[in-house]
């Protein structure tokens, strides 16, 4: 746009050379224009979206028409037709030009709005991954604590059974029984125990039943004893 206004100017166009750099401008400008728009469209993806095909086939019918309003200026401006080539430049080429840049504000303005759209949804996926991240790992500590509390307790009470037995055994009680749960190491510590404690049983009710067989056989013998003296005097 501002390449074609210096080609209107009269120290440009009354230089051959200054002319013909700066229509190569023009025209570079032009190229770039339809570069950039269809850099647009495969970012974009315009073709597949049914909200833009309107504007879409709009704008490059605006692209066709300033190709041919510019070629009109160049022409008048060759012909020494500068009035008619300010006329063109400024009525049909500017309005064409001002839509074409409307267009593509618009396109942007929308893509904007859409990648934000997109970025404010990925910001709320992420926090609600965060969240559920969150309550998870929770959930999982808790647990894991309440395993170890669990192991823990089915490790020191049985235990603390064991030992509290066994001092009542070391103390004479051998009237305390183990409850045996389980099959694991320490399930065989309490059997051995509660073995063991009825081993002891075994061994001190013998001890007694002797002691009182003994105690029965002297208590006769005495008695014996007793009436063969009476019966000799």
């Known amino acids: 746009n501002l390449a074609l206004t210096r080609c209107m100017q009269e120290s440009i166009y009354n230089s051959k050379e200054?002319?013909?750099?700066?229509?190569?401008?023009?025209?570079?400008?032009?190229?770039?224009?339809?570069?950039?728009?269809g850099n647009?469209?495969?970012?974009?993806?315009?073709e597949s979206k049914p909200e833009y095909a309107d504007e879409?086939?709009?704008?490059?019918?605006?692209?066709?028409?300033l190709k041919t309003e510019t070629e009109a200026v160049i022409e008048n401006i060759r012909k020494g037709k500068t009035d008619l080539a300010n006329k063109i430049y400024y009525s049909s080429?500017?309005?064409?030009?001002?839509?074409?840049?409307?267009?593509?504000?618009?396109f942007t303005e929308s893509s904007q709005a859409n990648a934000e759209k997109e970025y404010n949804i990925t910001i709320e996926?992420?926090?609600?991954?965060?969240?559920?991240?969150?309550?998870?790992?929770?959930i999982v500590i808790a647990f894991l604590i309440l395993a170890a509390f669990v192991l823990t307790r089915s490790i020191t009470k049985?235990?603390?059974?064991?030992v509290y037995v066994l001092k009542q055994v070391?103390?004479?009680?051998?009237?305390?029984?183990?409850?045996?749960?389980?099959?694991?190491?320490?399930a065989d510590l309490m059997t051995a125990i509660s073995n063991m404690s009825t081993k002891l049983k075994e061994i001190i009710n013998g001890i007694i039943e002797?002691?009182?067989?003994?105690?029965?056989?002297?208590?006769?013998?005495?008695k014996s004893s007793q009436q063969i003296s009476q019966g000799a005097t």
């Open 93 to 106: 080429y500017d309005s064409t030009f001002e839509a074409m840049r409307s267009i593509m504000n618009e």
């Open 40 to 46: 647009f469209e495969k970012s974009f993806m315009i």
């Open 56 to 65: 879409n086939v709009e704008f490059h019918k605006h692209r066709v028409a």
């Open 158 to 162: 049985p235990l603390s059974e064991s």
């Open 125 to 138: 996926m992420v926090r609600t991954y965060m969240v559920s991240a969150f309550i998870f790992n929770a």
């Open 170 to 186: 070391a103390s004479g009680n051998l009237t305390k029984n183990v409850v045996i749960k389980g099959k694991d190491e320490i």
């Open 18 to 37: 200054k002319f013909e750099n700066t229509l190569n401008s023009v025209w570079e400008n032009y190229d770039q224009i339809e570069l950039r728009y």
């Open 210 to 222: 002797s002691a009182e067989s003994l105690l029965a056989a002297s208590d006769q013998i005495s």
